[in-house]
């Protein structure tokens, strides 16, 4: 893991491989003043990110953060910032954040289970439902919501126009697998069109490696790829009568066998059954469904 110069006074701390609670987050700093964009899973690994990020400003006071989405590898961390840090998150992100058990103690659904160390549910000071402009210093961050649900119901990206970087969050994954199940199918692969229109010269992805201009247009591609695969095996698992899991194991995963952490195809599915059918998804028998579709627990390094 380390903090990565985007641009002068722009970072982004990139964790390898990217896999299950191994987030991106990001640094924007000037004029003494500090905005991060999502914090990380567990004590260790947030205050590693922290004092990367005091390295690299020389101390300067983290005025603001900005949660990406509810998930806790973006948000157990809040906790660990100054108490005068201003959280900023989208009101279905704290609303998902408030009610998230799994913060008190994971579920044995990932090997090793992830130990989240002293962190407690601190939860976003001001909400946001469409957008929000901050300014830090001299820079100007406007933090937007894509207009629907799409990795989840309450994302935000944070885009620096001025300097054409983009924090985009899990709504871009790349090189491995995508996760939507607690957002929507369709609205995952719109919210790609959105992002596109920004014309990023850099972008941050929510997991894995860090994205120029030249590289973004295949990123995209590739999941719009992903997320046609997830319909159409949900379209024809539901005309065959198959479970989310069945539908799972009949399908060929093709071009996307070796991403990382391929069980996402499991509850991709259950989300994608219940935007046909009008049904919410069981998020526990959907990850469940995941274990049992790999035949063991889920991977993780956290």
């Known amino acids: 893991m380390s903090l990565h110069e985007v641009v002068p006074g722009v970072h982004a701390w990139v964790q390898p491989d990217g896999t299950w609670w191994l987030n991106n987050a990001g640094v924007v700093t000037d004029g003494g003043q500090v905005l991060l964009?999502?914090?990380?899973?567990?004590?260790?690994?947030?205050?590693?990110?922290?004092?990367a990020v005091e390295q690299a400003t020389g101390g300067g006071t983290v005025r603001l953060a900005v949660n990406t989405h509810q998930h806790g590898d973006h948000s157990y961390g809040n906790s660990l910032l100054p108490a005068a840090t201003v959280i900023v998150g989208h009101e279905h992100m704290r609303e998902g954040l408030r009610v998230d058990p799994v913060i008190d103690g994971c579920p044995p659904l990932w090997q090793p289970v992830p130990d989240w160390?002293?962190?407690t549910r601190r939860l976003p000071d001001v909400t946001v439902r469409d957008r929000l402009t901050i300014h830090i210093g001299q820079r100007r961050?406007?933090?937007?919501?894509?207009?629907g649900p799409a990795h989840t119901t309450g994302d935000l990206v944070a885009w620096l126009p001025q300097e054409r970087v983009l924090f985009a969050g899990d709504l871009v994954f790349n090189g491995l697998t995508p996760l939507v199940f607690m957002g929507s199918v369709a609205g995952a692969a719109?919210?790609?069109?959105?992002?596109a229109a920004f014309e990023p010269a850099h972008l941050?992805?929510?997991?894995?490696?860090?994205?120029?201009?030249?590289?973004?247009?295949?990123v995209f591609d590739g999941i719009r790829r992903y997320l046609r695969l997830v319909?159409?095996?949900a379209e024809a698992g539901l005309r065959a009568g198959l479970t989310p899991l069945e539908a799972a194991r009949a399908c060929d995963?093709?071009?996307?066998?070796?991403?990382?952490?391929?069980e996402r195809i499991v509850p991709n599915l259950?989300?994608?059954?219940?935007?046909?059918?009008g049904t919410d998804v069981d998020v526990v028998a959907a990850l469940t469904d995941a274990v049992t579709w790999r035949g063991a627990p889920m991977a993780t390094k956290v």
């Open 190 to 195: 719109a919210a790609l069109d959105w992002l």
């Open 270 to 277: 259950h989300r994608a059954y219940a935007d046909a059918l």
């Open 37 to 51: 964009v999502d914090t990380c899973a567990t004590e260790t690994r947030t205050r590693r990110f922290l004092a």
């Open 253 to 262: 995963l093709g071009e996307f066998a070796g991403w990382a952490d391929a």
């Open 231 to 233: 319909r159409d095996t």
């Open 117 to 119: 160390g002293a962190v």
């Open 141 to 147: 961050v406007d933090v937007m919501h894509p207009g």
């Open 204 to 218: 941050v992805p929510g997991h894995g490696p860090l994205l120029t201009a030249a590289e973004i247009t295949p």
